[in-house]
């Protein structure tokens, strides 16, 4: 009997201690697990976006890539307060804080001042439409100046202080000014020719 119960004590104590093991690999299972999941998705770990705002694409790439980002030209745009070249735009922001690793979008400036044709309004417009055209096709308007002529008509288009002609290309966001008539008739005054001709006949006795 004494052995019997030795016997089952060792076998007790050998259940028990694999079932220590177990759950001691299952622990470290676990751990080891979290740790690589935490590792590769990099919790918890992120980093201030710089602000490469105005610099070259050169100079931007090396900011970012001295945090650990990475970079990407995103667009051109024309800026007239940004050097060609510069950086006009990034996303996410500066201040933004972001995984290692990621990668940040730049809009750099072209450089080229994009162009737009002036609408066909003169002559052919009342003043409401030429306003809607001109501002629909990426105009500002200056003070409307005002002729004799029939009420609200456009009879030309200005730039610069000059007469400009429909489909004419000129910065987008240039002012015009529109010349349209005030409701005062106009008056026409026909030419007189002062030159009399008497027939030679006239001085024959």
Same mark, same amino acid.
């Not at 996303?91 to 162009?115: A, C, F, H, M, Q």
């Not at 008509?153 to 610069?160: D, G, K, L, N, S």
């Given at each position: 009997?004494?052995?019997? &119960? ?6 007790? #104590?050998?259940?028990? !201690? ?24 990099? /919790? ?50 500066? #201040? ?9 979008? !730049?809009? !750099? ?5 994009? !162009? ?27 003070? &409307? ?42 008056? /026409? ?17």
């Amino acid at each position: 009997m004494g052995k019997d &119960t030795g016997n089952r004590k060792r076998t007790i #104590g050998w259940i028990l !201690l694999n079932l220590f093991l177990m759950i001691g690999l299952s622990c470290l299972l676990i751990v080891i697990t979290f740790s690589w999941i935490k590792s590769y998705t990099r /919790h918890g770990q992120y980093i201030s976006v710089p602000d490469v705002s105005g610099m070259f694409e050169e100079e931007a790439g090396q900011a970012l890539a001295a945090v650990g980002l990475k970079y990407e030209v995103l667009d051109y745009k024309y800026d007239r307060m940004t050097v060609e070249g510069g950086v006009i735009e990034q996303k996410p922001k500066s #201040g933004s804080y972001v995984k290692d690793g990621r990668t940040i979008y !730049l809009t !750099l400036n072209s450089g080229r001042e994009p !162009l737009r044709a002036v609408p066909d309004v003169a002559d052919n417009s009342s003043l409401r439409a030429a306003e809607s055209r001109l501002n629909a096709a990426g105009f500002k308007l200056g003070r &409307t100046v005002y002729v004799d002529g029939d009420l609200d008509w456009v009879y030309e288009i200005r730039y610069q202080g000059e007469k400009i002609e429909a489909g004419t290309q000129i910065p987008e966001g240039s002012t015009l000014t529109i010349v349209a008539g005030n409701g005062n008739p106009v008056e /026409h005054i026909e030419e007189v020719d002062s030159t009399t001709i008497i027939d030679s006949d006239f001085f024959e006795e």
